[in-house]
């Protein structure tokens, strides 16, 4: 089984619906991520999380909220989706082993269209 | 603020040659830097990470190297192979422990 899983793994939308992604681990890590990804750009960071009680905005929060419900789970919403939201959506856990030797580690992605 | 280049975009090679792919970051005051591949439908996975401190990683095929002071890192792939065909991202981490990504470069290696 996957460490990280993300569902669904695709997804259509029309402009203003309120949709969530959602992210389950099982690697026991305290911090957890939500990146999109746009065609030939990087992943940017939207928001993260360090532990249940800790909520932090990325670089590109705007659109976007999120809840962490327990260690493990870690949901994205679009609140009311707009058309530049479609992109390819990751969700990422590393554990706090001390700054300069974290990794993270990925889940395969949610792909998100909004027409 | 950060940013991570990676050029090209693309590339394309024979089987069995070497691949080398660049990275550079404006940012010197990096904690680490890590090499990711990226295939299709799947997530992303971490192949190498080093540390500010060291020059080079090493890890089979893969060969990583740091220059700090001039803003780059090198990814190389020995003797490569239609496996190797993926798209390959660097990430720089800096002050706040945050991840910036370069753009990816995106290999084919034709058998």
């Known amino acids: 089984d996957a460490d990280v899983t993300q569902t669904p793994r695709n997804r259509i939308t029309k402009t203003g619906k309120r949709i969530m992604l959602e992210c389950s681990q099982t690697k026991g890590h305290d911090r957890m991520y939500w990146y999109r990804q746009d065609p030939g750009l990087g992943l940017r960071l939207i928001y993260y999380?360090?532990?249940?009680?800790?909520?932090n905005k990325g670089e590109i929060s705007d659109g976007y909220s999120v809840s962490r419900q327990a260690q493990a789970k870690f949901s994205l919403s679009l609140e009311s989706a707009i058309p530049n939201q479609t992109a390819l959506y990751f969700c990422a856990t590393s554990d706090a082993t001390g700054i300069g030797q974290e990794t993270q580690y990925f889940g395969p992605g949610t792909r998100l269209l909004v027409l | 603020k950060q940013e991570v280049t990676q050029i090209p975009a693309a590339l394309s090679v024979p089987e069995g040659e070497n691949l080398v792919l660049n990275c550079s970051f404006t940012?010197?005051?990096?904690?680490?830097l890590q090499w990711f591949r990226q295939d299709p439908g799947k997530g992303l996975t971490s192949l190498l990470l080093?540390?500010?401190?060291?020059r080079e990683q090493t890890s089979g095929r893969l060969n990583a190297s740091l220059d700090k002071s001039s803003g780059r890192s090198t990814l190389y792939i020995a003797a490569s192979q239609p496996g190797d065909s993926a798209t390959y991202l660097c990430a720089a981490r800096a002050a706040g422990n945050k991840l910036t990504f370069g753009g990816g470069t995106r290999v084919l290696v034709k058998p």
């Open positions: 940012d010197s005051a990096i904690y680490n």
């Open positions: 080093i540390q500010s401190s060291q």
């Open positions: 999380s360090f532990d249940v009680k800790d909520i």
